[in-house]
């Protein structure tokens, strides 16, 4: 089978589409490169996956491309006494480092980087945009805030920066972990997520030393204001639409 279209469909593999079977009837509908995430996905099942992606090649008589797409760092709120809050427009709202579960006025926030970074004014967004909170003081132990929109906040939702710089690489422990596994199995892609800046680009590179391309997925403002320097250290960009769209809607 030979596709003379530019345009290549990447799809993402999830566990009704995992099967040796499935994945030959999704490239046969049409699928060029196959993505496995790695937020979900152990090392065991990734060999699984690689191995029946390579079996459905030798069956179709044509490359497949392979995508390990890394997590990167994750931003979450602390837990609540009771499992959730419900909160008011224009309150004043603390994130701190104190990990007793949170309140009505208050919550755990487990990321030094954050409280160190935040200035008066930045914005943090909760749970995809869901609850807007402006900054009001920072003292590098706690974060004072008012509400700005939304009303809703439960235990470990996402934290969205889209003001602040982070002084964080996009590659966690983690990801240094899946990273050197996903190289093992000879994948023709890495993604990188939430890259901030060029710089981040340079640990991955190191550590996968021409074994595999790398993608760049652009999620942050902070790398659309960089997105030239990103695309010279680049294979190939994503726009990841849903994480950029809560920073930059």
Request: glycine share 8%.
């Amino acid at each position: 089978m030979r596709r003379s279209r530019k345009v290549k469909i990447l799809a993402t593999i999830g566990p009704a589409s995992s099967s040796e079977e499935m994945l030959q009837k999704l490239f046969e509908a049409g699928a060029d490169v196959f993505r496995i995430n790695m937020s979900h996905t152990d090392h065991d099942l990734m060999r699984t996956l690689v191995a029946r992606i390579r079996a459905v090649e030798q069956i179709v008589k044509r490359p497949i491309g392979i995508l390990a797409d890394l997590q990167g760092p994750k931003l979450r709120v602390g837990k609540f006494a009771n499992g959730k809050e419900e909160l008011t427009v224009g309150q004043t709202f603390t994130l701190d480092d104190d990990p007793t579960p949170g309140d009505n006025t208050r919550v755990h926030l487990p990321h030094k980087e954050i409280l160190t970074s935040v200035e008066a004014g930045h914005r943090l967004l909760i749970d995809d945009g869901k609850l807007e909170l402006r900054a009001v003081s920072s003292d590098g132990k706690k974060i004072v805030t008012t509400v700005i929109a939304g009303t809703n906040i439960s235990n470990k939702k996402g934290v969205s920066l889209p003001d602040t710089d982070l002084p964080v690489g996009a590659l966690i422990e983690k990801d240094r972990k899946d990273l050197d596994a996903v190289l093992d199995t000879g994948v023709d892609w890495v993604a990188l997520s939430f890259i901030q800046r060029p710089e981040d680009l340079a640990e991955a590179r190191k550590i996968a030393r021409g074994q595999a391309l790398i993608m760049s997925k652009i999620e942050k403002p902070q790398a659309v204001t960089r997105l030239a320097e990103i695309i010279e250290l680049s294979d190939a960009l994503m726009v990841a639409r849903g994480d950029l769209g809560v920073e930059m809607p």
